[in-house]
Each structure stands twice: as C-alpha cells, then as structure tokens.
C-alpha cells in the first residue's frame, strides 16, 4: 500500500492527513500556532512557528499511521492564501513575519489605489477587487519597512512566497523556490490570462521581479523532500486552501462548484477555459481543472456563515453547542415570518455593502428562541443562495448541485433548507476535510498513486444527497421575504 500526505497549512494551525492509494482518509495530527497582533487590525505569523508546526504534525501522523517516510509516496501542500513571506534566498530566514490575509495595514495604500482608478485595470489582469487581502501590497510595506530589505531586494538577495512556497523551500532544504498557479492568482501580481507575472503591477507596487518564484501546475513535480521527516519524498501537489477544496470535491468541470461553511462561507464554481468578468463582484481566479491544467473558477463569500451560529451561542445565549442549533430549528415548522440578517461587518456579494448592519424582522409576540435559531439558519443559505445566483447570472449557466463542506455542513436542517431554497441538489461528502483531501489527490494523480480523475469519482461512494422539496410558491414566497430583510438591513439612517 502507498499513501499520500497532504499538509494543510491553515490560518489558525498547522494539520497533516495521511490517504491511502483508494482515496481513504487514514489518519491526521494537527497543532494550533500563535497569531500575533502588533497593533488593532494587523495579524502576523511567525514563519517558524509554522515550519515546527508542520514537521511536528507531520511526525505525529506518520506514528499515528505505523508509517515511515518510505510509505509516502508523494506530498501535497494547501495552505492559507495572501499570506506573505519575504524571506533570503540563500539562508531561507524569513526578513519578516508572515504578513497574514486577515491583515488590515495596506487598507489605505490599496483604498488611494481604487480612488487613483487603478481598480478595473488590476480586475481586467488578476480578475482580482482592490483590497488589502491580497499578497502585493504587503510585499510592499515590507520592502518600505523592514531596514535594508528594499536595497537587498534589488540585489536579488531576497524571495517572496506564499506559504506554499516558504514550506516547499523549507521541505527541500532552500532547493526548489516555486508556488502553483492558484496561489500566484491570489498575488495581485498575476496575469490569470497570460498565465505570468505582470511586469506594469510589479512596477505599480514597486516589487523587483527577481524576489518571485516560479509558477507552475498544482499537480506536478515541485522538489524532493529533505527535512520535516519526509525525506526522500517527492512533492507533487500545492494549491491554496479553497482551490484545493474545490478539487477536493472534484469539481473538475464548468458549471460545478462548491461551499464551504466555515466561520464564513467560500463559494467556488469552476467555469472551465472561460475567464468570466463578473458584474456583481465577484472574484475571477484560478482553481484546477479535470486535465489538471489551470481552470478558471468565479469566487465569492459569505462574511458571517457559522459565525452567525456563534452569536447565537455566545452573543445571545440562545444554544449552548453549534450542534443544538438544528434540533432548536426542527422544533419548529418554519421561522413564523422571521428573517435574520447577520450582517455584522457588512454584506458581502453580490450586495457589497460595508454599512449595512444585522437585523432581525417580522418578530411578533408569537415568535420564539427557535424561530430566532431557525432564522438564523436560513439566514446563512440566503447568503448562499444569492452568491449562487450571481454566479448563474455572470456565467450563464444553471447550478444544479452544490458540493459542501466546512463545520456548519454538517447541520442537515440547514443542508435541507439550502436545497430547497436554491433549488438544487446539495451533496456532502462523509470525510469533510476537501481542503486536505484535495491537496492528496492532487499529489497523488502526479506521483501516480491515482489513476485519474473519473477513476477518483467512481470511487466515491460516500456522499449524502440532499434533494430540494420545496414548491416554487413557497420557495419564492421565501426569497421575497429575504429581499426586504435586506433592504432593512441596508437602510441608513
Ligand atoms: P473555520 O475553518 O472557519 O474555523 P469550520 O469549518 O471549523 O470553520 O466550522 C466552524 C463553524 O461552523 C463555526 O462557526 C460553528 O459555529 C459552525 N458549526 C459547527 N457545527 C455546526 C452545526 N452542527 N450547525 C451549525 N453550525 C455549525
């Protein structure tokens, strides 16, 4: 038997999960490392932290698995995306600490961006909405404000990766400095239709071209493994976290697309050769296709999902576990005309409204805590609902199964509920660990360990189907009552 260890490098900790030549999960370690806030708004990691964290699980699964290095026949790596590192070429000692995604310092240089007019000519090459998320911008403060950085930058001393490609430079003892298409398209500095780096936004963000690595297919052949306990192992997989979710899901061909209900919810639907311009602001980025070559997909998210779970439980008091949310929400044949909008730091798309706030309507004397609850269930398959619509409505086609995973994905009221509300067959996978699971096959169909793609779908046998039973009446009855909660919560005073 040969297996495949993917490392998921997330926001919050480090796990690595072992999959056997069937696809099969077999076992996983991981460990939490620190977040580090200097200031109100700026998140760090320490690239240390990481890397030990990444040999330490990575150890701990191999002994939880009775498995030495020789069993592994290949490694694949997810990893939180944006997240930047600039680090020395030569030693690999990072000048910095990881500027993370969530971090908020380049608001303002990415805002006088937007007000210069720079926004349209940045979404026509990376498919990408000016904001401080993306790597660019914080590949710059570095260089401004790290001493000597800049002058060593332009000597070529120094390299910027995304964690992916700090932890593959790690692994290969400083051999290989390369990142995969779909981490370099969350860059800002990426021609997702030229497929390379874009000499005028290097220029516009002041980045030397000599820091970037080498971009290439996420499943291919990236460097041999020698440190973190894997030595001697090729890696053969890297794909940022949702884009490995995707192909973890295997949604391989246009018009299928999946959601992740975590804290917030990430919608990806693949849109296959087509680079789809949206209208309702959603993102265009890159994912992996069915020939494992570079996909285009359409992104968009939901800013509160099971965060709205979390308010119910420590905001209000209402259940005392996430799990007790759908029990609450079954005690009662429908919300009784409540609609909850938790729109506690804005809306998202394809509303994009930073000003509107939560909101509960339609609370009469007869509403009770699990009409509260089930409203706020129902709350977080609108959101989804509307993002799948604005991505039927940019690329044209008709959604007609939705791929889930994520924390909340588990609730099977709100599963129910989402299929029925959009409409659509709503399909769970048993092992909800796509992100990991993707990171595998990936590296897998590279080193061979699997076959192919269809072969991988054949062999999946384990998804729970969720088929909409709602009428039409109903169904839009329900959507109306949405809109105007909306519009409430978007009301300024
Ligand atoms: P993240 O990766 O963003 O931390 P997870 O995928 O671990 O998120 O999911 C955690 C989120 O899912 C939490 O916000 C929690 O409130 C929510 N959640 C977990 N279980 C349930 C459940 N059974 N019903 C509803 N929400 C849930």
């Not at 930047?84 to 608001?107: L, S």
């Not at 950085?149 to 790690?170: H, N, V």
């Not at 999946?258 to 311009?277: D, I, Q, R, S």
């Not at 299929?419 to 992100?435: K, L, N, Q, W, Y």
Request: proline share 3%; hydrophobic share 40%; charged share 25%.
């Amino acid at each position: 038997m040969k297996y495949v260890l993917a490392i998921d490098e997330g926001t919050t900790s480090a796990r690595a999960l072992i999959y056997d030549q069937n696809g099969a999960f077999v076992c996983g370690e991981g460990r939490e490392f620190p977040q580090i806030y200097p200031r109100a708004g700026w998140v760090e990691h320490s690239p240390d932290d990481i890397w030990n964290a990444v040999c330490a699980v990575t150890k701990a699964a191999l002994e939880k698995g009775g498995l030495g290095s020789a069993d592994i026949a290949a490694v694949g790596i997810t990893n939180q995306r944006e997240t930047t590192v600039v680090f020395d070429k030569k030693t690999g000692e990072p000048v910095y600490n990881a500027v993370v995604w969530q971090c908020r310092r380049t608001a303002d240089f990415m805002k006088r961006l937007k007000d210069d007019g720079f926004s349209e000519r940045i979404y026509n090459k990376t498919g990408l909405v000016p904001d401080a998320y993306f790597s660019a911008a914080k590949i710059k403060w570095i260089l401004d404000n790290v001493d000597g950085a800049r002058e060593r930058a332009e000597r070529g001393e120094l390299a910027f990766g995304t964690m992916d490609c700090y932890l593959l430079y790690k692994l290969t003892g400083g051999k290989a400095f390369a990142t995969d298409y779909t981490n370099a398209s969350r860059t800002m500095l990426f021609n997702i239709h030229t497929l390379e780096w874009d000499g005028e936004l290097l220029r516009l963000f002041d980045i030397p071209a000599a820091m970037m690595p080498e971009v290439k297919p996420s499943s291919c052949f990236f460097g041999t493994a020698a440190a973190g306990g894997l030595d001697g192992v090729p890696v053969c997989g890297m794909a940022g976290d949702q884009q490995a979710a995707l192909f973890g899901q295997l949604c391989t061909r246009a018009g299928e697309i999946k959601n992740t209900y975590g804290t917030g919810c990430f919608l990806l639907m693949n849109t296959g050769k087509k680079a789809v311009k949206s209208r309702n602001g959603l993102i265009t980025t890159l994912g992996v296709g069915g020939d494992l070559k570079p996909c285009y997909v359409l992104e968009g998210s939901v800013f509160a999902g099971g965060a709205a779970v979390q308010w119910l439980r420590d905001g209000l008091g209402l259940i005392s576990s996430a799990a007790e949310s759908e029990e609450r929400a079954k005690a009662v044949k429908d919300s009784g005309g409540v609609y909850a909008v938790p729109a506690f730091t804005g809306l998202g798309a394809p509303y994009w409204d930073p000003g509107a706030r939560g909101t509960i309507t339609g609370i009469t004397r007869g509403t009770t805590a699990n009409h509260i609850v089930r409203a706020v269930l129902e709350s977080i398959a609108f959101q989804t609902a509307d993002v799948i619509s604005a991505m039927e409505r940019d690329s044209g086609i008709k959604i007609s199964r939705l791929a889930v995973d994520g924390g909340a994905s588990r609730n099977d009221f709100l599963m129910g509920f989402q299929a029925d509300i959009s409409g659509c067959t709503v399909a769970r996978p048993a092992h909800a660990e796509s992100t990991a699971l993707g990171a595998a096959y990936l590296a897998g169909l590279c080193a061979g360990v699997y076959t192919g793609v269809d072969a991988l779908k054949n062999r999946r046998s384990d998804v729970k189907l969720f088929e909409p039973k709602m009428g039409e009446g109903e169904r839009l009855d329900l959507l109306s009552g949405w809109k105007s909660a909306v519009a409430k919560a978007r009301l300024k005073e």
